[in-house]
């Protein structure tokens, strides 16, 4: 190995990248590609898409995508949702899978015997990630973050988990799932902010007017995948609940599965607005009064959580897990029971009418992101060590 860090190549293996600058897929694997790249020799192994080379370089980052079906138009597992939403829903995508894992695997072992260590995000990629390491006796790092370990059988989570040489997740309740299958020593490091996008001036009033929002309005923002364990529907209904109060408006950003149901609870609901997937959630959290995650099984840490602390908008979470011992009820969040529409409505009108207390929780932001290790800083540094651990136990 090279004698100093600049020279460490790092291969990320990923099922998907963003496929150009204004793609909202996995923007945190972006921000981890991008801040790496600052001091080391980092290239990315993700699938391809549509419109997309089989070779680029965003915002300076080496991207190899494989394809995994032809023509690329007809690819069904990645770019349409979640992977594993994909893979249940659509026949087509299901005999895609085994000819996914092959293209990924072939163009894995190509790109990662160069390199020096290999970081494998979810455990669909650290199948790949295993091969490789097996195959060129690479040190090999795996990320979890959630879909995989929730959705993949546990014989082939424990496989990956087993099999790797370090275990990381920013999710408690990952870590404890990953303990589970027999993997003790799970790492808690955060993921990356696009802290570039953070720093970016935003005319909120601009974007405001292009939402059809007016500056009495209250928004009130829900931005997740409509999935079952983001639980969309009980944000519709609370917007029902609350139609009749003109100034207060709800606003949903993203696809999934459930949209379909979505849209047709939303139907007449004047107060309700769907925007479908964005790639500037950064500026729709700006032009947001309050943000909401309501899932019913775990808010620590949701990306999206973590942005909105970034841009300090006030954020209302279901207290579900451990997530009362993350926010403090009231500084750092506004904690509600899960699935209630009527609490949750009745607390859209607390706070509505509490600019104090949403000016409490937004100015206890930046402390809490220090407190618990979101800083770029500090990712970048635990990332660093873990490697730097990896290049001394190391015998290439």
Avoid at 164 to 184: I, S, Y
Avoid at 200 to 220: I, M, N
Avoid at 377 to 393: G, I
């Amino acid at each position: 190995m090279a004698g100093n860090g600049k020279a460490l190549k790092i291969c990320v293996l990923s099922t998907t990248y963003p496929r150009n600058e204004r793609d909202s897929y996995v923007p945190f694997i972006r921000g981890f590609a991008h801040a790496l790249g600052q001091k080391y020799k980092v290239k990315v192994v993700a699938a391809s898409g549509r419109g997309v080379a089989s070779e680029d370089a965003l915002v300076g980052i080496k991207v190899k995508r494989f394809q995994y079906f032809w023509p690329k138009a007809w690819q069904r597992l990645t770019y349409r949702g979640g992977m594993m939403e994909s893979f249940r829903n659509s026949f087509f995508a299901k005999m895609q899978a085994p000819v996914f894992m092959l293209s990924f695997l072939i163009k894995g072992l190509k790109e990662t015997k160069d390199c020096d260590i290999i970081h494998a995000h979810w455990t669909l990629s650290g199948f790949v990630g295993v091969v490789c390491k097996k195959a060129w006796k690479k040190p090999l790092v795996v990320t979890v973050h959630g879909g995989d370990l929730l959705g993949l059988p546990k014989w082939f989570n424990r496989y990956v988990l087993m099999n790797a040489d370090v275990v990381m997740t920013a999710h408690h309740d990952m870590a404890e799932l990953a303990r589970k299958l027999g993997r003790k020593d799970v790492l808690d490091v955060k993921n990356f902010l696009d802290w570039d996008k953070f720093s970016e001036k935003v005319d909120v009033r601009a974007v405001r007017q292009e939402l059809g929002f007016s500056g009495r309005d209250f928004v009130v923002t829900f931005i997740a995948r409509f999935e079952p364990r983001k639980d969309p529907m009980t944000f519709v209904k609370a917007a029902r609940l609350l139609k009749d109060y003109k100034t207060i408006k709800f606003l949903m950003v993203g696809e999934g599965s459930f949209r379909h149901i979505v849209e047709k609870q939303a139907e007449g609901l004047s107060n309700l607005k769907l925007l479908g997937a964005r790639h500037d959630v950064h500026r729709i959290l700006k032009a947001s009064d309050l943000f909401c995650a309501i899932s019913p099984l775990e808010n620590v840490f949701s990306t999206t959580i973590i942005e909105a602390k970034a841009l300090k908008v006030p954020c209302l979470l279901t207290n579900v897990g451990v997530t009362s011992r993350y926010f403090r009820d009231g500084l750092d969040a506004y904690l509600i029971p899960a699935r209630s529409e009527k609490q949750l409505a009745q607390a859209v009108l607390r706070l509505a009418n509490n600019p104090a207390l949403l000016d409490r929780m937004s100015g206890n932001s930046e402390s809490f992101l220090q407190k618990n290790g979101f800083m770029k800083e500090e990712v970048l540094r635990r990332h660093e060590e873990v490697y730097k651990k990896l290049k001394s136990l190391s015998s290439w």
